[in-house]
C-alpha cells in the first residue's frame, strides 16, 4: 500500500482529486477502478473514499504535459458516480479546469511566468482548448484573493478561463438536433453544446417557478421523473444515444431572474439538482438563450453594453461572456469567458480502499 501522489483542490464551484496521468495507470479499466475506490464509490456517503457524496464533489481531474504543439497540459475530466460505480469522460468540468494551471505549475509541467502565468490547457474530453490565467507572484501559485464565487464561502485569487472552438465540442454542431428550438413530449426545449450539451426549458413547463431551493427541488420525485424522460428522449435527438447510464445531456430550468441578473436558472445532473451550475453548462445555457426563438428566450434580460450575462442559480451568480457571430448561419460562437476561483485543499498520498 504504498498509495497515490494526489492533490485535492477546490475547483469553482466544484471538488476533485488532481492527479498526473503517470501516477495512475495507463488501461483506462484499470485506472478507472483505482479511482472508484480512491473516491469511495460506490456508497451514497462515498465514507471509505475522497468523495464528497454528491457529484460536483465525486471528480477527478489526469494532469499532463502537452501531447502535441499548441497547448501546454492535455486534461481529462472524469465524473464518478457516488452510489453508482461509474466512471464517465463523455463531458468536459469547467469548474476543475479552474485548478489545472495551478496543479499543472505546482507539478513543474509549466513554469511560472512572472506575477501572472498563462496555462494554455487542451481539455482531452472535448478536443478544444482552454486559456487559464491566474496569480503566480514571485513565482509561486498564489490562492489568495479578494474574488468572490457565489457558492463558495470566502474569496480566492481570479482565475480567468477563456474558451474558444468549443461549440459542438461533444455533440458535433452547436445545435445538435438541428433546430433552434425543438418539441420533446409537448415540452419546448432548446438543445446546445457550447462545451457542454445542455438542455433548456422554460420551469414552468415542468411544473416549477424555477426559484425553488436545490433542497426542494431534489426532494420532488415527480419532477426528476420528468426530468429524466425529457433529457432521456432530447439526448438521442442530439446525437448522444441512450443517455440512461450518463450524466449528459444536462437538464438546465429557466426563469424570470430576481436579483438583477440575466436569468434564473436551475440545473440538474443527470436529475439531481446542481447546487449551482457548472461553468460550461452556464456558457451553453446563454449561448442558447441568445438565439432568436430559443425556449425561454423571452426570459432573458440582457445586460448593459460591455458587461457580462450574470446567470442566476441556486446559491447565486455566475458571469458569463459570451461574443457569438449571428450573421450566419449557424450561428457562430467567437469566445466565451467565465472568472472562476481555485484553491489547493490538500496534497500528498491518498490510499485507495482494497
Same mark, same amino acid.
Do not use: W
Given at each position: 500500500?504504498?498509495?497515490?501522489?494526489?492533490?485535492?483542490?477546490?475547483?469553482?464551484?466544484? +471538488?476533485?482529486?488532481?492527479?498526473?496521468?503517470?501516477?495512475?495507470?495507463?488501461?483506462?479499466?484499470? @485506472?478507472?477502478?483505482?479511482?472508484?475506490?480512491?473516491?469511495?464509490?460506490?456508497? #451514497?456517503?462515498?465514507?471509505?473514499?475522497?468523495?464528497?457524496?454528491?457529484?460536483?464533489?465525486? +471528480?477527478?481531474?489526469?494532469?499532463?504535459?502537452?501531447?502535441?504543439?499548441?497547448?501546454?497540459?492535455?486534461?481529462?475530466?472524469?465524473?464518478?458516480?457516488?452510489?453508482?460505480?461509474?466512471?464517465?469522460?463523455?463531458?468536459?468540468?469547467?469548474?476543475?479546469?479552474?485548478?489545472?494551471?495551478?496543479?499543472?505549475?505546482? @507539478?513543474?509541467?509549466?513554469?511560472?511566468?512572472? =506575477?501572472?502565468?498563462?496555462? $494554455?490547457?487542451?481539455?482531452?474530453n472535448t478536443g478544444t482548448v482552454a486559456v487559464a490565467t491566474f496569480?503566480?507572484?514571485?513565482? =509561486?501559485?498564489?490562492?489568495?484573493?479578494?474574488?468572490?464565487?457565489?457558492?463558495? #464561502?470566502?474569496?480566492?485569487?481570479? /482565475? =480567468?478561463?477563456?474558451?474558444?472552438?468549443?461549440?459542438?465540442?461533444?455533440?458535433?454542431?452547436?445545435?445538435?438536433?438541428?433546430?433552434?428550438?425543438?418539441?420533446?413530449?409537448?415540452?419546448?426545449?432548446?438543445?446546445?453544446?457550447?462545451?457542454?450539451?445542455?438542455?433548456?426549458? @422554460?420551469?414552468?413547463?415542468?411544473?416549477?417557478?424555477?426559484?425553488? #431551493?436545490?433542497?426542494?427541488?431534489?426532494?420532488?420525485?415527480?419532477?426528476?421523473?420528468?426530468?429524466?424522460?425529457? $433529457?432521456?428522449?432530447?439526448?438521442?435527438?442530439?446525437?448522444?444515444?441512450? /443517455?440512461?447510464?450518463?450524466?449528459?445531456?444536462?437538464?438546465?430550468?429557466?426563469?424570470?431572474?430576481?436579483?438583477?441578473?440575466?436569468?434564473?436558472?436551475?440545473?440538474?445532473? #443527470?436529475?439531481?439538482?446542481?447546487?449551482?451550475?457548472?461553468?460550461?453548462?452556464?456558457?451553453?445555457?446563454?449561448?442558447?438563450?441568445?438565439?432568436?426563438?430559443?425556449?425561454?428566450?423571452?426570459?432573458?434580460?440582457?445586460?448593459?453594453?460591455?458587461?457580462?450575462?450574470?446567470?442566476?442559480?441556486?446559491?447565486?451568480?455566475?458571469?458569463?461572456?459570451? =461574443?457569438?457571430?449571428?450573421?450566419?448561419?449557424?450561428?457562430?460562437? @467567437?469566445?466565451?469567458? /467565465?472568472?472562476?476561483?481555485?484553491?489547493?485543499?490538500?496534497?500528498?498520498?491518498?490510499?485507495?480502499?482494497?
Amino acid at each position: 500500500m504504498t498509495g497515490v501522489p494526489c492533490m485535492l483542490m477546490r475547483g469553482g464551484t466544484s +471538488k476533485g482529486a488532481y492527479f498526473l496521468a503517470g501516477d495512475l495507470p495507463a488501461d483506462p479499466a484499470a @485506472r478507472d477502478d483505482l479511482l472508484l475506490r480512491i473516491m469511495g464509490t460506490p456508497d #451514497p456517503r462515498q465514507l471509505d473514499g475522497l468523495g464528497g457524496a454528491h457529484p460536483v464533489t465525486s +471528480k477527478v481531474a489526469v494532469v499532463s504535459a502537452a501531447s502535441e504543439p499548441g497547448h501546454d497540459v492535455d486534461y481529462l475530466f472524469l465524473q464518478l458516480g457516488v452510489a453508482e460505480a461509474t466512471v464517465s469522460a463523455r463531458q468536459t468540468c469547467g469548474n476543475l479546469l479552474a485548478g489545472v494551471g495551478q496543479f499543472a505549475v505546482e @507539478r513543474g509541467l509549466v513554469p511560472a511566468g512572472g =506575477e501572472r502565468t498563462t496555462v $494554455r490547457v487542451r481539455l482531452l474530453n472535448t478536443g478544444t482548448v482552454a486559456v487559464a490565467t491566474f496569480p503566480t507572484p514571485g513565482g =509561486e501559485v498564489d490562492y489568495r484573493g479578494g474574488t468572490a464565487v457565489s457558492g463558495v #464561502p470566502g474569496t480566492a485569487a481570479p /482565475v =480567468e478561463l477563456e474558451f474558444t472552438g468549443t461549440a459542438g465540442s461533444v455533440c458535433g454542431s452547436l445545435l445538435p438536433t438541428g433546430h433552434v428550438r425543438d418539441d420533446v413530449g409537448g415540452i419546448a426545449v432548446s438543445c446546445v453544446d457550447n462545451g457542454m450539451p445542455v438542455v433548456v426549458a @422554460r420551469a414552468a413547463d415542468l411544473g416549477v417557478t424555477g426559484h425553488e #431551493p436545490a433542497a426542494e427541488l431534489a426532494a420532488d420525485t415527480a419532477l426528476a421523473g420528468r426530468i429524466d424522460a425529457l $433529457r432521456t428522449e432530447a439526448g438521442k435527438l442530439m446525437g448522444l444515444g441512450d /443517455v440512461g447510464a450518463s450524466s449528459v445531456p444536462k437538464t438546465t430550468l429557466v426563469a424570470a431572474p430576481r436579483d438583477g441578473g440575466a436569468i434564473c436558472t436551475r440545473t440538474f445532473i #443527470p436529475v439531481e439538482p446542481h447546487p449551482s451550475i457548472g461553468v460550461l453548462g452556464a456558457v451553453s445555457v446563454v449561448t442558447a438563450l441568445l438565439l432568436d426563438g430559443a425556449a425561454g428566450q423571452d426570459l432573458l434580460v440582457a445586460p448593459p453594453a460591455g458587461e457580462p450575462f450574470e446567470v442566476e442559480h441556486a446559491s447565486g451568480k455566475l458571469a458569463v461572456r459570451i =461574443e457569438l457571430d449571428t450573421t450566419v448561419t449557424p450561428p457562430r460562437v @467567437r469566445r466565451s469567458t /467565465v472568472f472562476r476561483t481555485a484553491r489547493k485543499l490538500f496534497d500528498g498520498t491518498v490510499f485507495p480502499r482494497p
